[in-house]
């Protein structure tokens, strides 16, 4: 398990912390790279940017993706992210604050393979995290990605 990257896109440092931790605390050692906004969750996904050296070899196997980003929002990455044929299959959970029945819609009809509110409270939250990762890290088949 502990080979399967995770792309957390994660503009608040307090949850990025928070969401780590509750991986940890859930014994989820994977590798987690963090983009704190839409720019960078693309330029690491397309590798451009600060990102055009990286290992192709390191895809995640999953994208968190929080909706409400500086530079472009999460829903346009993940328009961006359908509309390439070597990330469109790549598993993309929605995991947010936001309550807006509007963002959840979008992030359906955009290609979402989950929606997930992050609870206000940290355990209920760690739990949270504990699930997504035994679903999307252990229990779960990747798509095969275009290479």
């Not at 906004?37 to 995640?60: H, N, Q, W």
């Not at 968190?64 to 790549?90: A, C, H, M, Y």
């Not at 939250?125 to 035994?134: C, D, H, Q, V």
């Amino acid at each position: 398990m502990e080979d399967k990257i995770i792309l957390l896109v994660e503009d608040n440092p307090d949850d990025v912390a928070l969401t780590i931790r509750a991986f940890r605390k859930n014994d989820i050692s994977n590798k987690i790279i963090v983009a704190k906004d839409g720019v960078e969750a693309l330029d690491y996904l397309f590798k451009t940017g600060m990102y055009a050296s990286r290992d192709i070899k390191e895809i995640p196997v999953i994208v968190l993706l929080d909706l409400k980003l500086p530079k472009i929002d999460g829903l346009e990455v993940l328009r961006k992210i359908r509309q390439n044929e070597f990330t469109r299959l790549l598993p993309v959970v929605i995991l947010t604050s936001s309550t807006e029945e509007q963002d959840k819609i979008s992030g359906y009809n955009l290609g979402a393979n989950s929606y997930v509110r992050k609870p206000v409270d940290y355990n209920q939250f760690a739990e949270a995290i504990k699930y997504l990762g035994l679903y999307w890290l252990v229990w779960n088949e990747p798509p095969p990605l275009a290479k």
